[in-house]
């Protein structure tokens, strides 16, 4: 419902100056009922009329301000919220509330003696927190049916009728004042809901983008360290083996930068197949005896279960070359009852370093959990195990 960070929707700034002139209306309409009877009244002359008058322009302008502040600047009510120009037209408005009501009641109008009061008691309510609005409007009502029935007495007249009528008066006042009034909240609740969404999205896809960069990099120059190792190694004693690791080293690099330039695009997704692949080259290379076993149905996996599972297979190998001294390792992926299951297992595993909290696989395995899965890992003496699981059918907006 927003046009962007900064602003609000059109709808919702329409919505926003219906409700305003929704409000600001319905008060026109009930001090008009009540003013018409006695303002052109021939009976009700000099001062009386003079100061009512005056009571009913301020308890307008009050209104209309009051209005504006709670909805056109989308000022949430609170008492400790409330601002001292807030406070001032609240205590003028109410004041020429009580004016009106009293003078239409020394005046003998039993009917339409508690509108002003009950338009400006609504007006106050707005700006209450909701327990203090309902004991507000409560107490209105029950004052107000007092007051009448006592002026009903005093009058002669039926009291039953003369305090119903203005306590019904003040409910409905409050009834429709607070009715529309919870109407924009609510939208200016949903419209804050979706935007808080939006961050949150947001949020997901960089943390998203940051453990995908993190697998890309941390395997990446993995490889590169250790191929950059054995060229050093090699450079006195086999000076052509070392120029050809060199040469990889070079190649590897280059990859990683493809690789990164592609994530940042969002291009780039992992295969299984691949990383299985990859995996084995790699571990050879740094001397592991490399085992890999895949299922023939592994084609039955979606491409976005691949896409996952082959993240799993570059963090697990990542960590066999970061943190191990493997002298053999082992990968078996099956695919059975509708579920892929994908197993690596090294041994030789040591500590690893301080600081290194080992977020990849707990960032896989939430991923892993969202898509329907598990991933699980295990340390035995010197041997450890990740096995991961997968159904099948895997939505691809879940795995991306």
Do not use: C
């Not at 291009?267 to 895949?294: C, F, H, P, Q, S």
């Not at 979606?302 to 990968?331: D, I, Q």
């Not at 197993?343 to 960032?363: E, I, Q, Y």
């Not at 898509?371 to 099948?392: C, K, M």
């Amino acid at each position: 419902m927003r046009d962007g960070a900064g602003g609000r929707s059109t709808g919702l700034r329409n919505f926003r100056w219906y409700t305003w002139w929704s409000l600001t209306a319905s008060m026109a309409v009930f001090l008009l009922l009540y003013s018409r009877r006695w303002v052109r009244s021939p009976d009700v002359v000099g001062w009386p009329k003079g100061v009512a008058i005056v009571a009913l322009v301020v308890l307008t302008v009050a209104a209309v301000v009051l209005f504006s502040l709670r909805v056109l600047r989308a000022a949430r009510a609170h008492p400790a919220h409330l601002g001292p120009a807030t406070v001032r037209w609240l205590v003028a408005g109410s004041l020429s509330a009580v004016v009106l009501g009293v003078i239409s009641l020394v005046m003998g109008d039993h009917e339409l003696w508690s509108l002003a009061p009950a338009t400006m008691l609504s007006i106050i309510a707005v700006f209450l927190a909701p327990g203090r609005r309902r004991i507000l409007i409560a107490s209105g009502v029950v004052a107000a049916a007092v007051i009448g029935a006592g002026a009903g007495l005093l009058a002669g007249e039926s009291w039953l009728f003369a305090a119903a009528f203005p306590a019904g008066m003040v409910a409905v006042a409050a009834w429709a004042t607070l009715g529309m009034l919870w109407a924009w909240d609510v939208a200016e609740r949903l419209d804050q809901a979706r935007e808080l969404a939006a961050e949150v999205a947001v949020k997901d896809e960089r943390l998203r983008f940051a453990a995908d960069l993190h697998d890309i990099q941390g395997h990446h120059l993995q490889v590169i360290a250790l191929k950059a190792e054995l060229a050093a190694r090699l450079v006195q004693a086999d000076p052509a083996r070392a120029e050809a690791e060199m040469r990889e080293v070079q190649r590897l690099s280059t990859d990683a930068l493809s690789d990164t330039r592609a994530v940042v695009q969002g291009y780039r997704r992992t295969t299984l197949e691949a990383e299985i692949a990859n995996a084995a080259k790699v571990l050879t290379a740094a001397g592991i005896d490399a085992r890999m076993a895949a299922d023939p149905d592994a084609a039955e996996l979606s491409s976005a279960g691949r896409h996952l599972l082959g993240l799993v297979m570059r963090e697990t190998t990542t960590n066999v070359l970061r943190h191990s001294r493997a002298r053999h390792a082992e990968a078996a992926y099956q695919v059975s009852d509708g579920l892929a299951r994908l197993r690596v297992a090294n041994d030789g595993v040591s500590d690893p370093p301080r600081g290194d909290t080992g977020t990849g696989l707990a960032a896989l395995a939430e991923r892993l959990q969202a898509a329907g899965g598990s991933l699980t890992w295990a340390r035995e003496g010197d041997r450890f195990e990740v096995v991961a699981t997968l159904p099948v059918e895997v939505a691809a907006g879940v795995a991306g």
